[in-house]
């Protein structure tokens, strides 16, 4: 499974950006995917998570309400739409994709199976 997170750039405080994760590659029913951020000498943080078949949809404290994660159907990207940035949402944004069963909310980074390369977004204050 190849994953490509895409969508990033440069926006001002309170703007918006919509970022898209597309699988390709051996694609096969998988349990969520997850956006995580990360900034240079920092661990890779949470953002949120949608379930398969997207019944089931969280976020981190430090985007909810701004931040929503969608998809059509189990055939198209999940997107992440960014409102009301901040600077300090500035980071390298990554998707990524579990395929294993077990557990209820993935919030870790070792609960993901397969990562994409990231996209830079930054906010200008």
């Known amino acids: 499974v190849q994953l490509q997170a895409s969508g990033g750039g440069l926006v001002q405080a309170g703007g918006s950006l919509r970022l898209s994760c597309a699988a390709s590659?051996?694609?096969?029913?998988?349990?969520?995917t997850g956006w995580f951020r990360q900034v240079p000498g920092k661990e890779r943080e949470f953002v949120g998570a949608?379930?398969?078949?997207?019944?089931?949809?969280y976020y981190s404290d430090s985007v909810k309400g701004r931040f929503t994660i969608s998809r059509d159907d189990t055939k198209t990207p999940v997107y992440l739409q960014m409102n009301s940035l901040k600077p300090e949402d500035t980071a390298v944004y990554y998707c990524?994709?579990?395929?294993?069963?077990?557990?209820?909310?993935?919030?870790?980074?070792?609960?993901?199976?397969?990562w994409g390369q990231g996209t830079q977004v930054t906010v200008s204050s």
């Open positions: 990524a994709v579990r395929v294993r069963g077990g557990g209820m909310y993935y919030t870790a980074n070792e609960d993901y199976d397969y």
């Open positions: 590659g051996r694609i096969f029913s998988s349990f969520a």
């Open positions: 949608i379930t398969w078949i997207g019944d089931r949809i």
